[in-house]
């Protein structure tokens, strides 16, 4: 025979401690009086008793940070339009003033004799592409990072013969992140960033380095003129200490191109 | 000196204090991240809902309601941007998968840490409604009152999906061999 709905209704109020002294007298009298019941009672409070026992887990101690630097902070008095954002304040061109904001940017921090007339060629199919959320799939290698000093995500993904770097980054104070690249066929080829401040690049042969403070969302574009297998190391510093690192393996045969 | 509540702290935040605001993240940022973590059984995920859902809060600080509590407005967004989050990445289906083949059989004695990750895993094998109110209830601690609250939802039916979310997971449980 079936428990009594009454009754069922009393014994979840009860396993929710959410029961008056009268109803529980009724449902002590019930309990007594009704194996099925009683059974009933026992077995939802094991369950009530396994779910409070899941553990309390703590936050990953950094994202207090990342969220504070997530924010934006008071209210400044807005800049005068100069010229370059006028030039961009179409809408439609507001990334690729962002992008070209970086790329004069990096013109203006890189020295390399790689740049001169190769860097630059043709970023106009990647405008948009900081803004966006960098999409997960298999052609996207990401490496999550969760250190005290620095946190986010980087990610590699190529696009003809470009390789970009996705910077998702927050850090609690300067952050030196040293790129290198073995094969000689790869070239630093751009440089772009949300904020118009903040990160800072300089690159030379089969290598780059970029500093962050704070919260940053960057991407690099580096030439894969070879189309080769190519390995990026990366090494994440604080100081003179490296607290984090990782490689990123670009397969030409896993790219499907 | 007595600690803020949380009514006193939104007032500051929408003055612009971030302090405040601080004060709320720290007292919030753990329950927010736990509802993330079992909606999504992911900690990754978890941690980015955890993100979005403070600068959300922080964004709409002027949408806040002061009739409700805090608490309840910080709980229905980490819900729905968890709810969110699983049908922008399907991850929930491969998660059925996932848990549809970890079933050892009836006849496997469950020790705590099985009955844990078993319990875990049948959490993710409800609908994301049931999922939620188990969450209000047995791990942020809700009151019915307060579950119907964040939901938007009358107390009865607060008692009858938790009712049927209870029975579910038994169900779950059992076909998983740990019940």
């Known amino acids: ?257 | 000196m007595n600690k803020p509540d949380d009514k006193e702290l939104m007032e500051r935040c929408s003055k612009g204090d971030r302090q405040a605001f601080e004060t709320l993240l720290v007292r919030y940022e753990k329950p927010v991240y736990n509802a993330a973590y079992r909606m999504l059984h992911n900690a990754d995920d978890a941690r980015d809902v955890t993100q979005t859902v403070f600068l959300k809060v922080y964004e709409n600080l002027d949408q806040y309601d002061p009739a409700h509590r805090f608490f309840s407005w910080v709980y229905r967004i980490a819900l729905n941007e968890s709810i969110n989050w699983l049908k922008k990445s399907s991850r929930q289906e491969a998660l059925v998968h996932e848990t549809a083949d970890q079933g050892d059989g009836p006849d496997v004695m469950a020790n705590d840490e099985q009955l844990g990750e078993g319990m875990e895993a049948a959490l993710m094998r409800i609908s994301e409604d049931y999922r939620a109110v188990i969450i209000l209830k047995h791990v942020l601690g809700c009151s019915y009152i307060e579950i119907s609250e964040v939901l938007d939802i009358p107390e009865k039916k607060v008692k009858s999906r938790l009712y049927t979310a209870r029975q579910l997971l038994q169900e779950r449980l059992t076909q998983q061999g740990l019940h």
Not at chain 1, 35 to 46: D, F, K, R, T, V
Not at chain 1, 58 to 83: F, N, T, Y
Request: charged share 20%.
């Open chain 1, 1 to 257: 025979m079936a428990v009594d709905s009454k009754i069922v209704e009393l014994i979840n109020a009860d396993i929710d401690g959410e029961i008056s002294p009268a109803d529980k007298q009724e449902l002590e009298a019930a309990l007594a009086a009704d194996p099925e019941a009683q059974a009933m009672h026992a077995e939802l409070s094991g369950l009530s008793r396994a779910l409070h026992e899941l553990p309390d887990l703590d936050p990953p101690p950094h994202l207090k940070h990342a969220i504070m630097a997530s924010v934006p902070g008071p209210q400044k008095e807005p800049a005068r339009e100069g010229w370059l954002q006028s030039l961009f304040a179409a809408p439609a061109l507001r990334y690729a003033g962002m992008f070209a904001a970086g790329a004069l940017l990096t013109l203006s921090l890189v020295s390399s004799d790689q740049l001169s007339d190769r860097a630059f060629t043709d970023v106009t199919g990647l405008v948009g592409t900081i803004s966006s959320e960098v999409p997960e799939g298999p052609d996207v290698q990401t490496a999550r990072i969760d250190r005290p000093e620095v946190a986010g995500r980087v990610s590699l993904r190529s696009s003809g013969p470009l390789l970009i770097v996705d910077f998702d980054l927050v850090s609690s104070g300067p952050v030196d992140i040293e790129a290198s690249y073995s094969d000689q066929t790869v070239w630093f080829n751009g440089f772009a960033q949300l904020e118009s401040t903040g990160a800072s690049v300089s690159a030379e042969a089969g290598r780059f380095t970029m500093q962050i403070d704070g919260k940053r969302r960057s991407a690099v574009f580096l030439h894969n003129a070879g189309d080769r297998d190519v390995a990026i190391n990366l090494q994440f510093k604080s100081g003179d200490a490296v607290v984090y690192d990782t490689e990123f393996s670009y397969a030409q045969d896993a790219s499907g191109r």
